[in-house]
Nanobody, 125 residues
Framework: QVHLVDSGGGLVHPGGSLSLSCTGS????????VAWFRQAPGKGREGVSC????????YNVESVKGRFAISRDKAKNTVYLQMNSLTPEEAGIYYC??????????????????WGQGTQVSVSS
């Protein structure tokens, strides 16, 4: 049975940093596109970053380029999202998701099959 467990959320001040983790069981994340999505209150889910299973290439939505970095640790079967210089607008529930479909560059949540339970990120002074 496949499970994704995402963690690492919390409360930070504007300009602060957080590192999110997504650990898989029942699947080898290295073979999957793994993405992070966020959902702000009252809004739809937005793709943030993705790391491709095929070649490890990473994709980031324009607004986070230079501040967020996605990476993976094969030995731990875990994908990370390092978030720096966070803004209040980036608060929400962050979900990791995985798909075997090679669709990383689209950051389209409809293409993902497996989802974590979400981790809350709050950015407030």
């Amino acid at each position: 049975q496949v499970h994704l467990v995402d963690s690492g959320g919390g409360l930070v001040h504007p300009g602060g940093s957080l590192s999110l983790s997504c650990t898989g069981s029942g699947l080898t994340l290295d073979y999957y596109d793994v993405a992070w999505f966020r959902q702000a209150p009252g809004k739809g889910r937005e793709g943030v970053s993705c790391i491709a299973g095929l070649d490890g290439k990473t994709y980031n939505v324009e607004s986070v380029k230079g501040r967020f970095a996605i990476s993976r640790d094969k030995a731990k079967n875990t994908v990370y999202l390092q978030m720096n210089s966070l803004t209040p607008e980036e608060a929400g529930i962050y979900y990791c998701a995985a798909t075997f479909r090679n669709v990383c560059d689209s950051l389209d949540d409809r293409r993902y099959d497996y989802w974590g339970q979400g981790t809350q990120v709050s950015v407030s002074s």
